[in-house]
């Protein structure tokens, strides 16, 4: 079955830099785009950022553009998100989630468990 | 564009029918999702397309609406739907989820 896992979420002081991964097994990979989701603690769901499956085109949310790399691996089967410059603000679970169709963004069906990256000095 | 949920909490009992809207700021025609989550969980697909359910989902959840207006319904609380509730447009990018609506339980 289709599983999602994410790791590289720690807890780093404002302005540093973290790579989270999601290591995706149980489905063909290559022919699926992938999504980054937040939820800051206590919070509601907020999208970040999404992979064609090809990985050629990226979509961010404003406040992360500049900030934010998401990039694939197709070969190894995972997803990356490189965050930089952290602010505070940035402190979520992130999740990553494949979309419920091949080649369609839509809609997000499967999902990780998450990955925690708390920004504090 | 924006997605605005109502309400922001619910409580009921066990069998009570429930319905939560949610509003685009612009019209989205049907690309509309509605996610469950429980404390400490990932989010779970519900619906999808506004009113297309999710493979293993039961069929007490239904979800209807197009353009601007959308509603998710539970018939027939049960224990385990007490949870929170997320609809998301899938319009158009940047993605957007709305507030959520937490279920409690009465």
């Known amino acids: 079955q289709v599983q999602l896992v994410e790791s590289g979420g720690n807890v780093v002081p404002p302005g540093k830099s973290l790579r989270l991964s999601c290591a995706a097994s149980g489905f063909t990979f290559s022919t699926y785009p992938l999504h980054w989701v937040r939820q800051a603690p206590g919070r509601g769901l907020e999208w970040v950022a999404t992979i064609s499956s090809g990985g050629n085109n990226k979509y961010y949310r404003e406040s992360v553009r500049g900030r934010f790399t998401i990039s694939r691996d197709n070969s190894r089967g995972t997803l990356y998100l490189e965050v930089n410059s952290l602010y505070s603000e940035d402190t979520a679970i992130y999740y990553c989630?494949?979309?419920?169709?091949?080649?369609?963004?839509?809609?997000?069906?499967?999902w990780g468990k998450g990955t925690t990256v708390t920004v504090s000095s | 564009i924006q997605m605005t949920q109502s309400p922001s909490s619910v409580s009921a009992s066990v069998g009570d029918r429930v319905t939560i809207t949610c509003r685009a700021s612009?019209?989205?025609?049907?690309?509309l999702a509605w996610y469950q989550q429980t404390p400490g969980k990932a989010p779970k697909l519900l619906i999808f397309?506004?009113?297309t359910l999710q493979s293993g989902v039961p069929s007490r959840f239904s979800g209807s609406g197009s353009g601007t207006e959308f509603s998710l319904t539970i018939s027939g609380l049960q224990p385990e739907d007490f949870a929170s509730y997320f609809c998301q447009q899938a319009d158009s990018f940047p993605y957007s989820f709305g507030q959520g609506t937490k279920v409690e339980i009465k």
């Open positions: 612009q019209g989205i025609s049907s690309r």
């Open positions: 397309g506004a009113s």
């Open positions: 989630s494949r979309t419920i169709r091949e080649y369609d963004y839509s809609y997000m069906g499967d």
